[in-house]
């Protein structure tokens, strides 16, 4: 089944813009993880938000958590050219170390 | 440096032929997974591993084996091949679990004819 689904599925903005992408899950989560993969390459970590957290920040990156509408959002601020990949949220329950990601959204960052 | 690496990068192969994908870490790293990833359906867990000898299904295990017999190599094994899994796969490790930053393989994409 798949947990997280990433909204909207492919985005187009101008460099120098900010990119917000969402993602929703259906059940409890313990940590959701955002990964970054460019064209068929492995994925990259980005950033990972804990449950109880509602914020973080990373660099240009700037995740938030609302657990009661099971929802998380990506804004990476002021994008370049590099930032072009797909991007992914991943989630784990609670003793549950099975890792359910999402589908994806493509960013495309135009020069 | 550190790293998962993936063998091979590249695979095609028949139907019902025996095939097995290698990965290994070197920063040992207790968890092990691998992943396969079709169009439109992002990532899917096939299997995933908290430890030598300890494996568990993930979300589209059927058709695929795996095993633990060393820390640093966690091998997926297709044993007979089908169509249905011509598909990109990636092994990924983390230090201690699916809520730890997982660090991934390159990827091997496996054509089955």
């Known amino acids: 089944s798949q947990q997280g689904e990433e909204d909207p599925q492919a985005l187009s903005i101008q460099e120098g813009e900010n990119a917000t992408m969402n993602c929703s899950y259906k059940?409890?989560?313990?940590?959701l993880q955002w990964y970054r993969q460019n064209s068929g390459r492995g994925l990259v970590h980005l950033i990972l938000?804990?449950?109880?957290?509602r914020e973080k920040h990373s660099g240009r990156l700037r995740v938030t958590l609302d657990t009661s509408k099971k929802s998380s959002s990506l804004l990476i601020t002021a994008s370049r050219a590099a930032d072009t990949a797909s991007y992914f949220c991943a989630t784990d329950g609670w003793g549950n170390e099975k890792l359910t990601f999402g589908t994806g959204t493509r960013l495309t960052i135009i020069p | 440096e550190a790293q998962v690496t993936q063998n091979p990068r590249y695979l095609i192969t028949v139907t019902g032929k025996k095939l097995t994908v290698t990965c290994s870490q070197n920063m040992n790293h207790e968890y092990m997974s691998w992943y396969r990833q079709d169009p439109g359906l992002g990532l899917r867990q096939i299997y995933y591993s908290m430890n030598v000898e300890v494996t568990d299904k993930g979300d589209v295990p059927e058709g695929y084996k795996v095993s633990r017999k060393e820390k640093r190599n966690f091998p997926l094994i297709l044993e007979s091949p089908s169509p249905n899994q011509t598909s990109l796969y990636f092994c990924a490790s983390s230090l201690y679990g699916g809520g730890y930053e997982q660090y991934f393989g390159p990827g091997t994409r496996l054509t089955v004819t």
């Open positions: 059940t409890s989560i313990n940590n």
């Open positions: 938000i804990r449950s109880n957290e």
